[in-house]
């Protein structure tokens, strides 16, 4: 255990590690999971799983925002280089397999693809270059999609729009519940998501579905309480919603960014890589900033794409019916270096973060 506790607070951590122990069931099992690619590197980079009992089992859902953009929205990205327009995106984004290529081959051969830090970064480019046309990537769950609605309902360059590729994670933990096999027990709900968000968007689990579901921070001892806030509920028999992260989120989120959201998008189904279509999980642009939606203004639409290739099973590692070394391509055909799938791209990939972690430890 001592190897392993290499961050503040170890006492503490071992703390709570012992409790868990102590209330943990003595029969039966718990598989809690979470959603947020920030959770699972914590998680595996200190080993917190061996921590655990052999009951109590957390797993990783699709909490990492690049993973579930799916194919067909890559492939509308790279049409567009292909047109000579100006993609700008954030760097996880680049390697993001398209259904035949991705944008940082498109930009091998000739496309002017470009990385940037902030959208604010985008659009000031669009300001200097105005003879291009420029459209940036916007990728993310809650969290970043107010930086997104902020530059949309500023000042805009004609020469500037944006593919909107955003996403909401309390859809997505609504349809785990309908895995039949997954058998979830518990949410840890994601603290850079809930700190825009706030509770209230969890609230139907404990209430409708009597998930026990607890908000968490990112450090190590943030989750192991998540862990033991959620057995504690199930050796009450109750279900409740809980913030264990009180520091940062608030129960009613970030007024200001929600408003500047619900200004600027709709919420409408979309498709997630791997899981398909889901109601009411995907932003658009307002009817009033339509000037500024890439698909409208350059027609490109793309129905249907490939999302998971031959071999790969990125499918089930994002919902979490399987471990990554569970795939036959992890750390063979599929390598940080050459990524196959999704999941192996972002450093909030759950393969790419056991890539970095298990496989090299092992």
């Known amino acids: 255990m001592t190897e392993k506790l290499r961050f503040r607070n170890p006492e503490l951590a071992k703390t709570i590690a012992t409790k868990i122990q102590e209330i943990a069931p003595k029969k039966g099992k718990i598989k809690i999971c979470h959603v947020c ?6 998680i595996t980079h200190f080993g917190l799983r061996s921590l655990l009992p052999k009951n109590v089992e957390v797993i990783a859902g699709p909490g990492c925002p690049v993973c579930i953009v799916p194919a067909a929205e890559i492939d509308e990205a790279v049409q567009l280089a292909k047109k000579g327009i100006v993609i ?11 259904s035949e290529t991705s944008l940082l081959e498109a930009k091998a051969v000739g496309a002017d693809v470009r990385v940037v830090y902030a959208v604010s970064d ?5 300001k200097k270059e105005p003879d291009k046309q420029f459209v940036f990537s916007a990728v993310g769950f809650e969290t970043t999609a107010p930086s997104t609605a902020v530059e949309a309902l500023g000042d805009l360059p004609g020469n500037f729009s944006f ?19 997954l058998e979830i027990d518990g949410f840890i709900a994601p603290g850079h998501v809930s700190a825009i968000i706030g509770l209230k968007p969890y609230e139907l689990f404990p209430r409708v579905y009597r998930m026990p579901t607890v908000v968490a921070g990112f450090e190590p001892v943030d989750v192991l309480m998540a862990v033991y806030m959620i057995l504690k509920q199930h050796s009450e028999g109750k279900a409740r919603l809980e913030n264990e992260y009180p520091r940062v989120v608030k129960p009613e989120g970030n007024l200001k960014a929600l408003e500047m959201m619900d200004k600027a998008f709709t919420v409408t189904g979309g498709n997630w890589r791997g899981i398909g279509r889901l109601p ?12 500024f939606d890439a698909r409208e203004k350059f027609g490109v639409h793309v129905e249907q794409g490939k999302d998971i290739l031959l071999g790969c099973e990125c499918h089930l590692v994002i919902i979490g019916k399987i471990k990554p070394d569970e795939c036959p391509m992890f750390m063979k055909a599929c390598t940080p270096a050459k990524p196959v799938g999704a999941c192996m791209v972002s450093s909030e990939g759950t393969c790419r973060v056991w890539a970095k972690n298990v496989a090299v430890q092992a």
Not at 88 to 98: A, K, S, Y
Not at 163 to 181: K, N, T
């Open 122 to 126: 985008a659009v000031e480019m669009a």
């Open 88 to 98: 700008t995106c954030f760097g996880d984004v680049l390697r993001v397999p398209g």
């Open 163 to 181: 593919l909107v590729s955003h996403r909401l994670i309390p859809p997505a933990m609504e349809l785990l519940l309908g895995v039949g096999d």
């Open 37 to 42: 690619g920030t959770h699972e590197w914590t």
């Open 280 to 291: 009411d999980s995907a932003l658009q642009l307002r009817e009033s900033l339509k000037q």
